[in-house]
């Protein structure tokens, strides 16, 4: 069973091959490959060269840290989360630190250098999975997050395992087909809901 993606236009190996797991395996995730993971993550583009992301790391071999960031998840991610070697909290600075202005690409700019992140993960074997669901508020009280600094998402980082050992609920995620719009959904040409001809 692959969960490669089934491009209708060739794309890279690396963009294919990403998918998020919710059955991890519990092999810890060596600390060469974490510190190339944040690397790539670092040399992401943002507005204005801001650099608006932060993350705060837990690996398993730190229980007390894993428990904290584990606590800020929803339930729901808790519950298939809690596998993973390697949790993440991913954190977006507000505003501009040149001169305190809003930063209205923030949340965009802490996306790209996931995507960059998840990317360098992907060619070291690894997978990431992004989560939108946990308690920003919690997640300030417990690591003593700033203002003016937001907890936004959360990234589960580790080796996808086989879901034919994963319980019943998580198997079939695990297992089920991928879907995406097709691009005539989503590429439009001269007017809204009109496909571009560069798509067709
Ligand atoms: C910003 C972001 C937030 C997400 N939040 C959650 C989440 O809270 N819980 C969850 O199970 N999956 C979450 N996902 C995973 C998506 O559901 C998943 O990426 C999507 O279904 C596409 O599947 P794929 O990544 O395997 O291609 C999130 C993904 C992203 C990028």
């Keep these: 069973m692959s969960k490669q993606a089934q491009p209708s236009y060739p794309i890279h190996e690396l ?5 998020s797991p919710y059955w991890y395996d ?4 060596k600390a060469e490959d974490l510190r190339s993971i944040f690397e790539a ?6 507005s204005y060269n ?11 071999d730190q229980p007390e840290q ?11 991610n808790q519950a ?4 993973a070697p390697v949790l993440v909290l991913g954190v977006i600075g507000r505003n ?21 992140l998840t990317l360098e993960a992907t060619a070291r074997g690894l997978h990431v999975h992004q989560m939108i669901g946990l308690d920003p508020e919690k997640g300030r009280s417990v690591f003593g997050v700033p203002a003016g600094f937001e907890v936004l998402t959360a990234l589960a980082i580790g080796y996808a395992a086989d879901p034919a050992q994963a319980p019943e609920a998580l198997r079939g995620r695990d297992t089920a087909p991928r879907g995406r719009k097709p691009l005539s ?10 496909v571009s001809s560069a798509v067709k």
Excluded: C, M
């Design 26 to 29: 519990e092999r810890p995730v």
């Design 185 to 194: 959904e989503i590429v439009f040409g001269g007017t809204w809901g009109q």
């Design 50 to 60: 801001e650099q608006p992301w932060r993350f705060i790391v837990a690996t398993k």
């Design 96 to 116: 501009f630190e040149r001169n305190g202005k809003p930063n209205k690409a923030a949340e965009h700019d802490l996306g790209l250098a996931a995507a960059s």
């Design 41 to 46: 993550a670092r040399w992401a583009a943002s």
């Design 15 to 19: 963009l294919a091959k990403r998918w």
């Design 80 to 83: 298939w989360a809690q596998r």
């Design 66 to 76: 894993y428990a904290k960031v584990l606590s800020v998840l929803v339930e729901a």
